[in-house]
T-cell receptor, first 114, second 112 residues
């Protein structure tokens, strides 16, 4: 089983460039989310989706866009990369809504903005 | 607003000794609490969760956690630490619409 697949694993961007981080899951999960992980700050929620066509902002949404056209895919777009967006990004999925279901994480995308 | 706190950035324990990684929570209503582990250059993996019921929850790899409502704590424990347990551990709580809030993480170092 593939689970949650993120691409690319590594990326270097120049300030001002845009890019899309891909996330796909094959578990038919309703809920998907994007987090960024920074040293000493744990994981912070960027955006999340409770189903196809429904997205909402998390704790740190500025500079990022998302869409959810299918159940499987939840891409994260950086509109104009900034050095402050240098981070490790994780996509996660889980089933249901407020069920206490555990999240499944991708292996992460390490992004450096220079 | 919900939050979890992990007061220790790092915990060192000798192999074979019991280990505890601390977590306290601030959640309105009934808390859904989780522990995840992250090995180097990997995503997070689910260890265990508390939803309701027995305050002692057992999870993967011999880990367990004790839910204490009066102390608002959910500490992760293992009776005998292994070197392979060395990793980054995250406590998390789930609020409405499955918005999950993570702690800042605790690095566990098991010394041979």
């Amino acid at each position: 089983n593939a689970g949650v697949t993120q691409t690319p694993k590594f990326q270097v961007l120049k300030t001002g460039q845009s890019m899309t981080l891909q996330c796909a899951q094959d578990m038919n999960h309703e809920y998907m989310s994007w987090y960024r992980q920074d040293p000493g700050m744990g994981l912070r929620l960027i955006h999340y989706s409770v189903g196809a066509g429904i997205t909402d902002q998390g704790e740190v949404p500025n500079g990022y866009n998302v869409s959810r056209s299918t159940t499987e895919d939840f891409p994260l777009r950086l509109l104009s990369a900034a050095p402050s967006q240098t981070s490790v990004y994780f996509c996660a999925s889980s089933s249901g809504r407020r069920t206490g279901a555990e999240a499944f994480f991708g292996q992460g995308t390490r992004l450096t903005v220079v | 607003a919900q939050s979890v706190a992990q007061p220790e950035d790092q915990v060192n324990v000798a192999e074979g000794n019991p280990l505890t990684v601390k977590c306290t929570y601030s959640v309105s209503g009934n808390p859904y609490l989780f522990w995840y582990v992250q090995y180097p250059n990997r995503g997070l993996q689910f260890l265990l969760k508390y939803i309701t019921g027995d305050n002692l929850v057992k999870g993967s790899y011999g880990f367990e956690a004790e839910f204490n409502k009066s102390q608002t704590s959910f500490h992760l424990k293992k009776p005998s630490a292994l070197v392979s347990d060395s990793a980054l551990y995250f406590c998390a709580s789930e609020g409405g619409y499955q918005k999950v809030t993570f702690g800042t993480g605790t690095k566990l170092q098991v010394i041979p």
